[in-house]
């Protein structure tokens, strides 16, 4: 791929620029909160850093991602994940912004991006590798939770 070529993406629909806005008033409104309470200001890396360990992501989100997510001139598209991990961290409803927000929810009840409500480390994993995996890892995964599953009946 040629570094130096520039993304065409098409242009953002008026409810994704809507979600954009809606996201941005979010993060200014409860981000003073979150930084009473850490006692830190939370800027653009911080909370690309914070959003990341929230959700048990290994890598935090980059600066410029979240400016590309965040700015109004920039037709990248909001990533959900980036979402619920910034409503989870600063404690607000992912539906402020938009229902298609909400976590994906599986057959065992958990929040699939964060796999919280279950403390089985291998089972978070694999439920990661579903969300996340090739189509050999996902399989790999829903084999291996059938296993841990019926090893605690």
Not at 13 to 33: C, D, Y
């Amino acid at each position: 791929m040629d570094m130096g070529k520039k993304i065409i993406r098409p242009p953002l629909t008026a409810a994704e620029v809507e979600e954009k806005k809606r996201l941005r008033a979010a993060i200014n409104r409860h981000k003073g909160q979150w930084e009473l309470e850490n006692g830190v200001d939370l800027t653009q890396s911080m909370l690309g850093q914070a959003a990341a360990e929230v959700i048990g992501r290994e890598s935090a989100f980059s600066q410029g991602a979240i400016w590309q997510y965040l700015s109004e001139g920039c037709d990248t598209k909001l990533n959900p994940e980036f979402v619920q991990a910034v409503a989870k961290l600063l404690k607000f409803p992912v539906e402020d912004i938009s229902p298609r927000f909400r976590p994906i929810v599986g057959a065992l009840g958990v929040d699939l991006v964060s796999a919280d409500g279950l403390d089985d480390p291998d089972i978070q994993e694999s439920l990661r590798l579903m969300l996340k995996g090739t189509p050999a890892q996902r399989k790999q995964a829903r084999q291996m939770i059938a296993l841990l599953l019926d090893e605690g009946e």
